[in-house]
């Protein structure tokens, strides 16, 4: 059972900054594709972000331009840097390969609130 671990989160006014932490125990990080997810309340959880093994990215529109995910192998972490962010990006986020590994492989996640 991999073991994630989200920290970063925290309240930022509109327009602030964010760098958001997740640690993976699995040994095999380096190889899957990992992924930020988030789930503001009354909503579905929703993908934000994602980066295959070798470093390429691909994000959700409503992200572009804002947020950066990168990864760091060797430390099995994988990051994800949000700036101008808005009271929308309001959500608890999480970290997980994507595909997930499943419902019991989620994190307590990391809550981000955007508020004047």
């Known amino acids: 059972q991999v073991q994630l671990v989200e920290s970063g989160g925290g309240l930022v006014p509109p327009g602030g900054s964010l760098r958001l932490s997740c640690a993976a125990s699995?040994?095999?990080?380096?190889?899957?594709?990992m992924a930020w997810y988030r789930q503001a309340p009354g909503k579905q959880r929703e993908l934000v972000a994602q980066?295959?093994?070798?470093?390429?990215?691909d994000y959700a529109e409503f992200v572009k331009g804002r947020f950066t995910i990168s990864r760091d192998n060797a430390k099995r972490t994988v990051y994800l840097q949000m700036n101008s962010l808005k009271p929308d990006d309001t959500a608890v986020y999480y970290c997980n390969r994507w595909p997930d590994w499943g419902p019991t492989s989620w994190g307590q996640g990391t809550q981000v609130t955007v508020s004047s």
């Open positions: 980066t295959k093994g070798d470093g390429t990215t």
């Open positions: 699995t040994k095999w990080f380096s190889i899957y594709t």
